[in-house]
């Protein structure tokens, strides 16, 4: 299954590498990654493949809302084709 992860909020160091290593530990292998930091504001949007996670979406998600309040972001998990549908307007 295909899931899109975004994380927003004040720029920091390790902001990537806590939320890729957090994936990596759940075997959620990232496809595609993109960021940028518009001012002092980080804004990161992954493509994932959940197929092999040792987690369902739903745990997933939650464990990545925890994960950004522990580092300060806001951290979303959202199914692929939402995504998609969401931004093809």
Not at 12 to 41: C, M, P, W, Y
């Amino acid at each position: 299954m295909r899931a899109v992860v975004t994380v927003t909020g004040s720029d920091r160091r390790g902001i990537i590498a806590k939320v890729s290593n957090f994936l990596f530990e759940r075997n959620v292998n990232i496809e595609d990654i993109s960021q940028t930091v518009l001012g002092e504001q980080f804004a990161m949007i992954m493509m994932v493949d959940m197929s092999e996670s040792s987690r369902d979406f739903a745990a997933l998600a939650e464990e990545l809302e925890e994960k950004g309040k522990e580092i300060g972001m806001a951290v979303r998990l959202q199914h692929a084709a939402i995504f998609d549908a969401m931004h093809n307007v």
